[in-house]
């Protein structure tokens, strides 16, 4: 299921462009004030769509506090579409614009074509719940407080995370982790995994999940 982040102060607007999008099988979260965003969550959309000219925290604003935290396209919703206004856009992050009024078959093609497109691998942070990736530093913060995990155990984290739903046996996680001419054994995964959750439940949650007989997954 795609979902979709809409940030615009007119009720209106969201609401044509909630309908028109979830006529096209989308999930749609509408938000009329930008402090409403929740911050750890954002890992789960697959594109947001932000005005600009909002009171308080306008729209680059916006995009320029969230552009590190995802990797997913973010269009902006503007009635500024002079030279440099765009050029500000793009340079704190944005991937397009709609430009106001827009048509809603403007909106369906320009957020469809960019959801088909949207392959690129994920380099920078993902948030998953309360835990967030640091994928360049390969770092795993909870509650913005960094976790210390060893190699093996961030690779674990990250493999089933990126995959989160997906079950993946002991054999298929060793292979990814250690390759398939690696010295250890499937009781290697089962030590990592536990480990991993001692640190993970120091801050009250548990999200590698056992599916007994098969193996683990990310909840």
């Known amino acids: ?12 607007i969201l609401e044509v462009i909630r309908k028109s999008l979830s ?22 959309y697959q594109l947001i769509l932000l005005d600009v000219m909002m009171p308080g925290t306008d729209g680059f604003s916006l995009c320029r506090e969230i552009r ?13 579409t002079a030279e440099k206004d765009l050029m500000e856009g793009l340079g704190v992050g944005g991937d397009d614009y709609i430009a106001k009024p827009f048509g809603i078959g403007e909106l369906r093609a320009r957020v469809s074509a960019h959801i088909r497109r949207e392959n690129r691998e994920k380099k920078h ?5 309360e835990v967030r990736f640091s994928m360049q530093e390969r770092r795993i913060y909870c509650q913005n407080t960094e976790i210390a995990f060893t190699k093996a155990e961030y ?34 995964i089962t030590e990592h995994v536990k480990n991993i959750r001692a640190k993970f439940q120091r801050f009250g949650i548990n999200p590698i999940e056992t599916v007994w007989g098969i193996g683990y997954r990310w909840k």
């Open 1 to 12: 299921m795609i979902e979709i982040l809409a940030v615009d102060d007119d009720t209106g």
């Open 23 to 44: 006529r096209e099988g989308y999930t749609v979260t509408a938000l009329d004030d930008p402090e409403k965003l929740d911050m750890k969550n954002l890992g789960k």
């Open 68 to 80: 590190d935290l995802v990797d997913c396209p973010i269009l902006f919703l503007t009635a500024k």
């Open 125 to 129: 942070t993902v948030c998953i719940g």
């Open 155 to 188: 690779d674990i984290c990250e493999y089933l995370a990126l995959n989160r739903g997906q079950v993946f046996s002991k054999e298929r996680i060793l292979e990814h982790i250690f390759g398939y001419d690696g010295e250890s054994c499937d009781s290697a």
